[in-house]
């Protein structure tokens, strides 16, 4: 399976998105997608599915005898908060399913959606990491100096 990564796309938050490219077999040939199903998905920063966004986009293969498609998500679906996102377009024909375009949306953001009272999806904080350490506490230096007895 060769998986084609796309260049960073960047768009901005409620507008109209257009993301166009050439699928590519695992011989680095171009994938014939006349005959395939095709899926896209939008993952949020921290990795989950952007609903309604994934399955509101529309699909075009605009050369599929040369592997062109092109992917269209309207302003309506696109008001994010503006941050790094991951795209993927799975491809199935028959009972072959992969997935072979994948890359970074990097979402920025539209000072116009607060003038038209448009609100942004906000975007579930990451988890925070893991307490495995000790905090740093500091102690002022005339402590130490008192404790052993200099004071």
């Known amino acids: ?3 084609t990564y796309h260049p960073d796309v960047q768009v901005v938050s409620g507008t109209d998105w257009t993301l166009a490219g050439v ?3 695992a011989t680095g040939k171009v994938l014939d997608v006349t005959n395939c199903t095709l899926v896209w998905t939008l993952l949020d920063p921290n990795g989950v599915p952007v609903q309604p966004l994934s399955t509101d986009a529309v699909i075009t293969k605009t050369n599929p005898a040369q592997g062109a498609v092109q ?6 679906d696109t008001a994010l908060l503006p941050g790094r ?6 491809v199935s024909e028959g009972t072959s399913t992969d997935v072979f375009w994948i890359g970074n949306i990097l979402v920025d953001a539209n000072p116009m959606n607060v003038a038209n009272g448009i609100v942004e999806q906000p975007v579930p904080p990451a988890p925070p990491p893991p307490q495995d350490y000790y905090p740093l506490v500091t102690v002022p230096w005339w402590v130490f100096y008192r404790q052993q007895g200099w004071w």
């Open 23 to 25: 699928l590519y077999d």
């Open 71 to 76: 992917i269209s998500v309207d302003m309506g």
């Open 1 to 3: 399976m060769a998986i």
């Open 85 to 90: 996102y991951t795209d993927a377009l799975q």
